[in-house]
């Protein structure tokens, strides 16, 4: 499965972007999908990850009720509200473990990631 990251670009702080994680299949069917971002001179992180069949989802404590996540045929992040530290790259990935899993180790398919810049 190859994932394409998209959407990312430059905001003002306090402003919205959506991202879109769509798979080369088409359909992210019995995958879970996760949301991961690297700030500069950062490790990687957990952001979100919604389970395969969409009823449920995860977040970081850091982005909990600014952010938001979906699927159709694509996943979605949604985030509002956006802070400065909020600038990272940002990777959707793949996997078909469950529990759907917050660490990076569990997801088999990794997206190239798109560039979120938050100016304060």
């Known amino acids: 499965v190859q994932l394409q990251a998209s959407g990312g670009g430059l905001v003002q702080a306090g402003g919205s972007l959506r991202l879109s994680c769509a798979a080369s299949?088409?359909?992210?069917?019995?995958?879970?999908v996760g949301w991961f971002r690297q700030a500069p001179g950062k490790e990687r992180e957990f952001v979100a990850a919604?389970?395969?069949?969409?009823a449920n989802a995860y977040f970081a404590d850091s982005v909990k009720g600014r952010f938001t996540i979906s699927r159709d045929n694509a996943v979605y992040l949604q985030m509002n509200s956006l802070k400065a530290e909020d600038t990272a790259v940002y990777f959707c990935?793949?996997?078909?473990?469950?529990?759907?899993?917050?660490?990076?180790?569990?997801?088999?398919?990794w997206g190239q990631g798109t560039l979120v810049t938050v100016s304060s």
């Open positions: 299949r088409r359909t992210f069917s019995g995958y879970a």
């Open positions: 990935a793949a996997t078909r473990r469950r529990p759907t899993p917050m660490i990076e180790m569990e997801y088999t398919y």
């Open positions: 919604i389970s395969w069949t969409g």
